[in-house]
């Protein structure tokens, strides 16, 4: 049986927010939640995402009757990142990744 190791999940400060959020505002969506919700599939796809990026937008389709609050907060936990806003049917995520190259790396300022 698979084990689910734990992650580190960033705890966000205010000014980091407010600085993750300016950068958010010109990525397009990576990863779209459809009308069956939060499914593995979506949860894996997020994962690939942030394995090569640290700050990422997730589009909830108008057809996901889904809470926005909730599956933002549990696609968060499951895949070890930070929810950094939900604005209207977007979800933005951040994740640190060590494994980056130096110039993919997003240094957030200090708390």
């Known amino acids: 049986m698979a084990t689910k190791k734990k992650r580190f999940v960033p705890f966000l400060s205010k000014k980091q927010v407010r600085f993750l959020r300016g950068l958010a505002h010109s990525l397009d969506p990576l990863v779209m939640i459809g ?3 939060l499914t593995p599939q979506v949860v894996q796809s997020t994962e690939d995402v942030l394995r090569s990026r640290e700050l990422i937008k997730v589009k909830m389709q108008s057809t996901a009757d ?14 070890g990142s930070a929810l950094v806003q939900i604005i209207g049917g977007i979800l933005i ?19």
């Open 93 to 111: 995520l951040y994740r640190p990744n060590k494994d980056l190259p130096p110039d993919q790396v997003i240094h957030i300022p200090k708390g």
């Open 35 to 37: 009308q069956h919700g």
């Open 66 to 79: 889904v809470d926005r609050a909730e599956t933002g907060a549990k696609l968060a936990k499951e895949t």
